[in-house]
């Protein structure tokens, strides 16, 4: 039995058509449900009432914990390649039921056997998502037969191009933010994954060259390595063995290849490419590389989970000397990191889990030196126990966003193990050799969610640095287009990110359409400004300043960016 545990502010569905002829014979409505536990669930090849009953009892350990009674268990087919038969798995589903109302909670369930139209709002918090398996070691699982997969035809693949359609989702979800201000979209054909345009692209690069900066003073290489490698190197790093499930595999000649869940293994193939020297060390490789987790399938909730994903990712490699004094570096690029966004976070610190690698001594070491490193800064600290890696301990940094929400975002990992299983070496001062320690850490943890997480932390309303367009110039006729498109040419030399909007249409127009974008400046250019050479210049809080010249203009933008305001 597979379960996908969400806790939401709110799902709603609508069964659309029966999937299965052993579909519940219901009348279909949509159903609304906020501030509830939902427990998609896939009932497999040999599941039976005793792991219901361990289901539903974990459950409800768990609905205590987030201080709630309500849940809604979803059939939900989509998490599972050996499915129990309908009639079984039917029966298990009320069984279910009956069991979770037995123990006090109060049950909703969708109906079995249909496709449905579902929206779902996850809530932020760090527990709110969690998946389980339940198994009987010893049950013999038959694997299904694959389908034969049919080809489409022309119109039925042309049919299958489409853009999600998110329906009525508030006006404060940064999918609605992203499509009014034309950032991105989400395509059928990728499910899961995001499509940047123009604007949402230029919106990531800006994160990134934020960070690039801090690399450079940090001392830091910047590298890329292949999406693809064979699976050797994830049997390596045991991303095989622990990870698999939600790796993406493919075939090349009889070679198994996956795509790349972590940047860690690639980078220790370039580290082992020459030989190094104590005084050579650390080594600080950082990349923007994306990374492909198949976690989730088929649940909608934007950039917050997306299966391809950039992390700004790094990794140091230093003697365990260094460590602690590398650590203290990375946080304190997370103070400036977060500081520039506002953002206040907490810190906690995971431990080791039962099914990890590593002597008990070796987590011991790791795991004092992160509470030292944390406690010498004089921060308070939670221990989330049993929650490291499977390959390290790790400090996880959640933040506090503008409504509340709290994101786990950075994290910093020392790790023991990983250095042993690739063989990584320097020569240390007495000419022998040995083996050095990692530091693994992001400090946006995902691109794509952070960028998410922003749009709704500012409400669409970016600080100038951050936004993709500072300025659009609005001329007031059309007789004004050529002095408009000058404007903009000096805007764009001068580095301000800036577009002119010089079709037909009325100024008002164009000014509502540029404040819906949350543009942070229009530059309207009428006669008086032709003639005097200058700007007048409307926020998009309405504030207006006349007589500027393009020069006083550009450079107070370059102000709001090099004060990251
Ligand atoms: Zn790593």
Not at 184 to 193: A, D, K, L, R, T
Not at 255 to 269: I, R, T, V
Request: one cysteine or more; aromatic letters at 8%.
């Amino acid at each position: 039995m597979k379960i996908l545990q969400m806790h939401v502010d709110f799902i709603e569905y609508t069964p659309v058509k029966k999937e299965i002829s052993r579909a519940e014979d219901i009348e279909p409505r949509t159903v609304r449900e906020d501030d509830i536990v939902v427990l998609f669930t896939a009932f497999e090849l040999g599941d039976d009432a005793e792991l219901a009953t361990k289901a539903v009892a974990e459950t409800k350990e768990f609905l205590t914990k987030l201080g709630t009674k309500r849940v809604l268990i979803y059939p939900f087919a989509h998490l599972s390649q050996s499915l129990a038969p309908p009639v079984d798995a039917l029966a298990l589903l009320l069984g279910m039921e009956k069991e979770a109302r037995a123990a006090g909670l109060e049950v909703q369930r969708a109906p079995f056997g249909w496709t449905k139209a579902l929206q779902i709002k996850v809530k932020g918090h760090p527990l709110a998502e969690m998946s389980r398996s339940y198994s009987h070691g010893e049950a013999v699982v038959q694997a299904p037969k694959p389908k034969a997969r049919r080809e489409l035809s022309a119109e039925e693949a042309m049919a299958r191009l489409k853009k999600s359609d998110f329906g009525n989702l508030p006006e404060t979800d940064h999918r609605i933010i992203g499509e009014r201000q034309d950032l991105f979209s989400f395509q059928e054909v990728s499910p899961g994954m995001v499509y940047l345009h123009e604007k949402g692209f230029r919106l990531r690069n800006i994160l990134v060259e934020f960070i690039r900066e801090e690399l450079v003073k940090g001392g830091y290489q910047e590298v890329s390595t292949p999406s693809l490698a064979n699976t050797a190197l994830w049997r390596v790093s045991g991303h095989a063995a622990h990870y698999r499930d939600n790796m993406f595999l493919t075939e090349l000649g009889s070679e198994e290849m996956g795509m790349k869940p972590m940047n860690c293994p690639s980078h220790f193939l370039i580290y082992k490419t020459r030989k190094w020297s104590f005084r050579e060390l650390p080594v600080r490789y950082a990349t923007f590389d994306p990374l492909y987790r198949n976690e989730l399938s088929g649940v909608a909730s934007g950039l917050f989970r997306v299966k391809v994903l950039s992390q700004d990712d790094a990794h140091i490699i230093a003697t365990e000397e260094q460590a602690e004094g590398e650590l203290g570096k990375m946080l304190d690029m997370m103070e400036r990191v977060y500081g520039v966004f506002g953002l206040s976070y907490k810190v906690k610190i995971s431990t080791r889990p039962d099914d990890s690698m590593g002597s008990d001594e070796e987590w011991e070491r790791a795991t004092s030196t992160l509470i030292r490193v944390v406690k010498s800064r004089g921060w308070k600290y939670e221990i989330k126990d049993k929650e490291g890696n499977f390959y390290s301990p790790k400090i996880d940094v959640d933040i506090k966003d503008s409504l509340g929400r709290e994101w786990q975002l950075g994290t910093f990992q020392l790790d023991l193990q990983m250095p042993k299983r690739f063989k990584l070496a320097y020569t240390g001062s007495d000419g022998k050799e040995h083996t050095p320690v990692v530091l693994h850490r992001t400090i946006f943890g995902s691109l794509e969610r952070f960028m998410g997480i922003m749009l709704e932390h500012y409400r669409g309303v970016l600080p100038v640095w951050l936004s993709p367009v500072q300025a659009r110039v609005i001329p007031l006729s059309d007789e004004h287009v050529p002095y408009g498109q000058a404007v903009l040419g000096s805007l764009v030399s001068g580095g301000v990110r800036a577009e002119g909007d010089f079709a037909s249409g009325t100024m008002g127009a164009k000014i509502r359409n540029a404040q819906l974008q949350r543009i942070p400046y229009m530059l309207v250019v009428g006669k008086k400004e032709e003639d005097s050479k200058t700007v007048a210049v409307r926020t998009r809080g309405g504030e207006q300043k006349f007589g500027l010249t393009v020069e006083e203009f550009v450079s107070s933008v370059r102000k709001d960016v090099t004060e990251h305001r």
